[in-house]
């Protein structure tokens, strides 16, 4: 009797059992799909040699502003005066865009505070589509987790760069300003 039962069954519990596996690979496979895209975001600071015997720290990141065009976003200290002065310099590519010095840069939290930081190339930059801004007295300010928009303006008819700042390099940022404020 239970051997006709079985019989009955066995295709039932076969398309069940079929069925159970199936979903227990998708299961699997969408759970390490999950951790290897979704891995944590990991801050990278770079170092170069300013001068024989003298080791810099930097953040450089390549990001792209609304108009598909790409950026150096690159956040130092100068440490050449008593006091450690923080700049953050954008470059653009050449003959693309160019800064409409002196304009300060403005940047807003994603609480929507709005911080200005002053254009350290007011009288002078190295080239127009290079753009320095004096962190020093807001770098305090900046907000630990979140994101931050940049915008200052272009040359050209109303034009304006604006860069969103990811979580990721603002926790670069904040790795860079702990790293050279350590006692």
């Given at each position: 009797?239970?051997r006709?039962?079985?019989?009955?069954?066995?295709?039932?519990?076969?398309?069940?059992?079929?069925?159970?596996?199936?979903?227990?690979d998708?299961?699997?496979?969408?759970?390490?799909?999950?951790?290897?895209?979704?891995?944590?975001?990991?801050?990278?600071?770079?170092?170069?040699?300013?001068?024989?015997?003298?080791?810099?720290?930097?953040?450089?990141?390549?990001?792209?502003?609304?108009?598909?065009?790409?950026?150096?976003?690159?956040?130092?200290?100068?440490?050449?005066?008593?006091?450690?002065?923080?700049?953050?310099?954008?470059v653009?590519?050449?003959?693309?865009n160019?800064?409409?010095?002196?304009?300060?840069?403005?940047?807003?939290?994603?609480?929507?505070?709005?911080?200005?930081?002053?254009?350290?190339?007011?009288?002078?930059?190295?080239?127009p589509?290079?753009?320095?801004?004096?962190?020093?007295?807001?770098?305090?300010?900046?907000?630990?987790?979140?994101?931050?928009?940049?915008?200052?303006?272009?040359?050209g008819?109303?034009?304006?760069?604006?860069?969103?700042?990811?979580?990721?390099?603002?926790?670069?940022?904040?790795?860079l300003?702990?790293?050279?404020?350590?006692?």
């Amino acid at each position: 009797m239970l051997r006709k039962f079985i019989d009955n069954f066995s295709p039932k519990l076969s398309a069940a059992f079929h069925y159970s596996i199936l979903l227990l690979d998708i299961m699997i496979i969408l759970t390490v799909s999950w951790f290897a895209l979704c891995s944590p975001a990991t801050a990278l600071l770079r170092q170069h040699h300013e001068t024989p015997g003298v080791l810099r720290y930097h953040a450089r990141d390549s990001l792209k502003d609304r108009d598909g065009n790409t950026w150096q976003v690159l956040l130092f200290p100068d440490n050449s005066h008593s006091t450690t002065t923080y700049y953050l310099r954008l470059v653009g590519f050449p003959g693309v865009n160019s800064f409409t010095h002196p304009q300060s840069l403005e940047i807003l939290t994603d609480k929507g505070k709005i911080l200005t930081a002053k254009d350290a190339y007011a009288d002078l930059a190295p080239a127009p589509n290079v753009g320095q801004y004096d962190l020093t007295p807001i770098v305090s300010q900046l907000p630990s987790q979140g994101s931050l928009k940049l915008a200052v303006p272009l040359k050209g008819h109303h034009r304006e760069l604006a860069l969103k700042i990811s979580r990721e390099v603002l926790t670069e940022w904040q790795l860079l300003v702990r790293e050279i404020e350590k006692p």
